[in-house]
Each structure stands twice: as C-alpha cells, then as structure tokens.
C-alpha cells in the first residue's frame, strides 16, 4: 500500500515570494491534516480536513496561508508571501476516519532566506 | 489547554543499554497516548499507543503503560540497538483526530 505522498521534498525560497505544496494522502482515507514542525519543535496543527470539509483551521494563519482539498483527496497548502519564519518542516498526514492513529509523509522542507 | 511535556534530548546510550525517556501529559479528559517514531530521512510513525489508564502499548521491544495518577506515558526498552537511534515524540489525542505532540527526544545509540 503506498504512503502519504508529499512534493517537493526541498524548497527554498527568498523572503516574499510564494509556495506551494502538494499531499496525496493514503487511499481511502478520509482526514487529512497539515502539521508544522519547526526545528527543534513538535509538529503542529495547521489544519484538518474531514473529506473535502476544513473542519479544525483555528493555528492556519489565514493571512498568508491557505489550502484546500480537491474532491476530497489530494490537498494544497499555500504561503503567499512567505515570510522568514516560515521557514519549517511541513508535514501532511491521513487517517482512516475517527482511528487516532496518523500516518504521516516525509514532509517538505522549507528554507526562507 | 492539553500538552505534552518530554525529556530533553538528546539521549546517548551504548548498544543493549536499558532506554527510559520520559513523558508526562496535561489533559481535562482521558485521552489517547501515543509515541511517534522518526528516523534520519523517514516521516514520522506510530511505534505504540494505548487508549485508556493502565494500558500497555508495545511494539518492537518498546513498551509505555498509560498511567492516569501520575500522568505519564514513559518510552521503555531493554536492550536498544543502533538501529534505533531516531527521534521519539510523545503525543496525545483528546478524542478529537487531533494529534498534541510533545517536542521530540533525540535518541542516540553507538555501537
């Protein structure tokens, strides 16, 4: 079964421009979620989606920071413009519905300079 | 709200030394406890969970027990092995989908 599939792995930018990334999550599953882990640091929530539904954004900063999820599926998160403390680890993650258990992608790594 | 609290890292021990790192948890319910494993280069995933008091979750030679009167969630292993130098987070879920992590200790095992 294949995993969550994130893209690109690496990304750097200068201050100001934007960025996108893009998740696949596990087939058939129907949660999906954006986690920031900055370095040194613990992920955290970015936002949840239940199917097509962004049903927890409360931490996205909605200022420069937006995603959505296409029919349900694939998902892409946003920074417009990126700002130097953006720079983090940006993990998307899935699960079956109401399980607890998150698989998580390798992530995408983001440089701000 | 609900956190996660874990030993600093990073943790330094030689192959088949005894492992405990340490994981306390503030929570107004009865959540979920869970430990997270990444590994150089992998993403992040689940080495052992346990959904109510006195549950033990193991897996790999790694055992916790969920303890509700002091709060914890500790990470035990008798013998580690190089291979299991990685990154280890505690994390919780209060019934919600949505995981609380810790900040990470970095395990760190030579030969």
């Known amino acids: 079964e294949a995993g969550v599939v994130q893209s690109p792995r690496y990304k750097i930018i200068e201050k100001k421009q934007p960025v996108a990334f893009w998740c696949n999550p596990i087939?058939?599953?129907?949660?999906l979620y954006w986690y920031r882990q900055n370095l040194g640091q613990g992920p955290e929530l970015l936002i949840r989606?239940?199917?097509?539904?962004?049903?927890?954004d409360s931490q996205l900063p909605k200022d420069r920071f937006s995603a959505e999820r296409l029919k349900g599926v694939d998902s892409t998160l946003k920074i417009q413009p990126a700002e130097l403390g953006d720079s983090a680890v940006y993990l998307c993650a899935s699960s079956p519905l109401v399980s607890g258990e998150l698989f998580f992608g390798e992530g995408s790594r983001l440089t701000v300079l | 709200g609900d956190s996660v609290t874990q030993m600093e890292g990073p943790v330094t021990l030689s192959e088949e030394a005894f492992l405990t790192i340490n994981c306390t948890y503030t929570a107004t319910g009865y959540p979920s406890l869970f430990w997270y494993v990444q590994y150089p280069g992998e993403g992040l995933q689940l080495l052992l969970k346990a959904t109510k008091a006195d549950d033990k979750g193991s897996n790999k030679g790694f055992e916790a027990t969920y303890r509700k009167e002091t709060t914890s969630f500790h990470l035990e292993k008798g013998s580690v092995q190089v291979s299991d130098s990685a990154v280890y987070f505690c994390?919780?879920?209060?019934?919600?989908?949505?995981?609380?992590f810790g900040t990470g200790t970095r395990l760190q095992v030579f030969p």
């Open positions: 989606y239940e199917n097509e539904e962004a049903v927890d």
């Open positions: 994390a919780l879920n209060q019934n919600t989908d949505k995981l609380i």
């Open positions: 087939s058939g599953h129907n949660t």
